[in-house]
């Protein structure tokens, strides 16, 4: 079974920049759909940003409305890890931050990205203060 553990969450101020790290064990990322969602108190969780794939070759980066323009997603294969990279944060992002997998990679767009993920992480909280 695929085992996802997040790092790299902390407290910091509005404006700061942060990265997150996804690494997997038990099994390669080589290929899957990659995710990073987030759950702030009280609210819903919310589609961060996500890798896919439309031919094992060519990946393609989706984020949330929310985070457009802050927030890049990028892969390691060598060290099988995603990461998160965070800039401008706001109060608002404050949120447990979880990592998931889909391993069939194909390519997911917008509210696809709500559906058939395989596998999470138990997260990691992201506090940005004023």
């Known amino acids: 079974q695929v085992q996802l553990l997040e790092s790299g969450g902390g407290l910091v101020q509005a404006g700061d920049s942060l990265r997150l790290s996804c690494t997997a064990s038990?099994?390669?990322?080589?290929?899957?759909?990659m995710g990073w969602f987030r759950q702030a108190p009280g609210k819903e969780r919310e589609f961060a940003a996500g890798?896919?794939?439309?031919?094992?070759?060519?990946?393609?980066?989706d984020y949330g409305d929310s985070v457009k323009g802050r927030f890049s997603i990028s892969r390691d294969s060598a060290k099988n890890t995603v990461y998160l990279q965070m800039n401008s944060l706001k109060p608002d992002d404050t949120a447990v931050y979880y990592c998931?997998?889909?391993?069939?990679?194909?390519?997911?767009?917008?509210?696809?990205?709500?559906?058939?993920?395989?596998?999470w992480g138990k997260g990691t909280l992201v506090t940005v203060s004023s």
């Open positions: 038990g099994h390669t990322f080589n290929r899957y759909a």
């Open positions: 890798i896919s794939w439309s031919d094992g070759y060519t990946w393609y980066a």
């Open positions: 998931a997998a889909d391993t069939n990679g194909r390519r997911r767009q917008g509210t696809q990205w709500y559906y058939g993920m395989d596998y």
